[in-house]
T-cell receptor
Framework: AQKITQTQPGMFVQEKEAVTLDCTYDTSDPSYGLFWYKQPSSGEMIFLIYQGSYDQQNATEGRYSLNFQKARKSANLVISASQLGDSAMYFCAMRGDQFYFGTGTSLTVIP | ETGVTQSPTHLIKTRGQQVTLRCSSQSGHNTVSWYQQALGQGPQFIFQYYREEENGRGNFPPRFSGLQFPNYSSELNVNALELDDSALYLC??????????????FGSGTRLTVV
């Protein structure tokens, strides 16, 4: 069975600081994709970053980077230089035969 | 290119009624999937359509059904609505379901309230 686990229901970070959101996954498939999405209060899921299971380098997209540790089956999202607009729900997801989502982490950026 | 469009944005229905939610996929995307997101939860996979055929289904009862049309737009139908069906319903499309590097583009969702 494939599963995504996010153990941090809520996180707080000071503006301009970095924050790490945790994600672990479970799959027996050798080929899979890991994604992070941001969901503001409007409801739309906004794609942030992708990491393929065979990628050797950690993915980066602007202020977002993914700390991929394959042996530990973790795919943590690092947001650098947090901004007030980063306050939202963040979901880790894995693509296998379907899209599996974690339960999400609510991030609040404090001025 | 246009993104994923869902309609309506909000809907209130009575228990026992039927509802149809609509989704227009992003241009060039032939795979559409639907998700139910209860308040405070992550999205749960309902089913997926690829070229008008259902090719995956989550743990949802048969009263949740769908269609995909030749232009790849899709409908989600829910019969005999229950109070627990109240949720945000998200539609997502992807260029193909065979390649894991493709993420899904999501719509803004339809918020369904069953009273």
């Amino acid at each position: 069975a494939q599963k995504i686990t996010q153990t941090q229901p809520g996180m707080f970070v000071q503006e301009k600081e970095a924050v790490t959101l945790d994600c672990t996954y479970d799959t027996s498939d050798p080929s899979y994709g890991l994604f992070w999405y941001k969901q503001p209060s409007s409801g739309e899921m906004i794609f942030l970053i992708y990491q393929g299971s065979y990628d050797q380098q950690n993915a980066t997209e602007g202020r977002y980077s993914l700390n991929f540790q394959k042996a530990r089956k973790s795919a943590n999202l690092v947001i650098s230089a947090s901004q007030l607009g980063d306050s939202a729900m963040y979901f880790c997801a894995m693509r296998g035969d379907q899209f599996y989502f974690g339960t999400g982490t609510s991030l609040t950026v404090i001025p | 290119e246009t993104g994923v469009t869902q309609s309506p944005t909000h809907l209130i229905k009575t228990r026992g009624q039927q509802v149809t939610l609509r989704c227009s996929s992003q241009s060039g995307h032939n795979t559409v999937s639907w998700y139910q997101q209860a308040l405070g939860q992550g999205p749960q996979f309902i089913f997926q359509y690829y070229r008008e055929e259902e090719n995956g289904r989550g743990n949802f009862p048969p009263r949740f059904s769908g269609l995909q049309f030749p232009n790849y737009s899709s409908e989600l139908n829910v019969n005999a609505l229950e109070l627990d069906d109240s949720a945000l319903y998200l539609c997502a499309s992807t260029p193909t379901w065979t390649a894991t590097q493709h993420g899904y583009t999501f719509g803004s969702g339809t918020r369904l309230t069953v009273v």
